[in-house]
């Protein structure tokens, strides 16, 4: 059973369109990671959250924590073909759990 | 550079024949973990280990072994792989466990059991 519901699963879009992924769970954590995972490679952390409610960017990435820290999302601004990859989102909590992804492709 | 080695990248194996997965970090990690990856259930945790000579199950255990006799090292072993086995395996470290830092993965091992 999953307890961090991803969404969407799949996502493709094109060269400077904006998109955001979703993280969603019942649980309150303590923390939350986002990771990038690109073919063949392991993933790559890209931002924790800590507080509820709180927002941190990175260059065209945007990434917000749910007040009640069970949820958070991803925003991404005019997205690029380097940004193509698997997006995880991590619950720390007694333990940390992993989403299942969701996989973006942009197209140039 | 800081990082996670795993070896092998690649490894095709037959049934029931014992082999080890090796990870070694060089960051001074206390905290180590193994993962894996299957389409559509994520990553799911195998064993991890807070410390040296501390090691305990995660989700998906069995089949599986593992040892902390060294900081640095988190060997995988399999005493008897099956086909079921086969898939995408990370190891991860991470400096403070539970306080919001996040994990360092290798590059993974991609196991095929035929």
């Known amino acids: 059973t999953q307890l961090l519901e991803q969404s969407p699963q799949f996502l493709s879009i094109q060269e400077g369109e904006n998109l955001t992924v979703y993280c969603n769970s019942s649980?309150?954590?303590?923390?939350l990671q986002w990771y990038r995972q690109e073919p063949g490679e392991g993933p790559v952390l890209l931002v924790t959250v800590v507080t509820g409610g709180e927002v941190k960017k990175l260059k065209r990435l945007t990434f917000q924590f749910g007040d009640a820290r069970k949820d958070s999302s991803l925003h991404i601004t005019a997205a690029q073909p380097g940004d193509t990859g698997l997006y995880l989102c991590a619950g720390e909590a007694n333990d940390m759990r992993f989403g299942a992804g969701t996989r973006l492709t942009v197209k140039p | 550079e800081a990082q996670v080695t795993q070896n092998p990248r690649y490894l095709i194996t037959v049934t029931g024949k014992k082999l080890t997965v090796t990870c070694s970090q060089n960051?001074?990690?206390?905290?180590m973990s193994w993962y894996r990856q299957d389409p559509g259930l994520g990553l799911r945790q195998i064993y991890y280990?807070?410390?040296?000579?501390?090691?305990d199950k995660g989700d998906v255990p069995e089949g599986y072994k593992v040892s902390r006799k060294e900081k640095r090292n988190f060997p995988l072993i399999l005493e008897s792989p099956s086909p079921n086995q086969t898939s995408l395996y990370f190891c991860?470290?991470?400096?403070?466990?539970?306080?919001?830092?996040?994990?360092?993965f290798g590059s993974g091992t991609r196991l095929t059991v035929v």
């Open positions: 991860a470290s991470s400096g403070y466990r539970g306080q919001g830092y996040g994990y360092t």
């Open positions: 649980s309150v954590f303590s923390s």
């Open positions: 280990s807070m410390n040296v000579e501390v090691t």
């Open positions: 960051m001074n990690h206390e905290y």
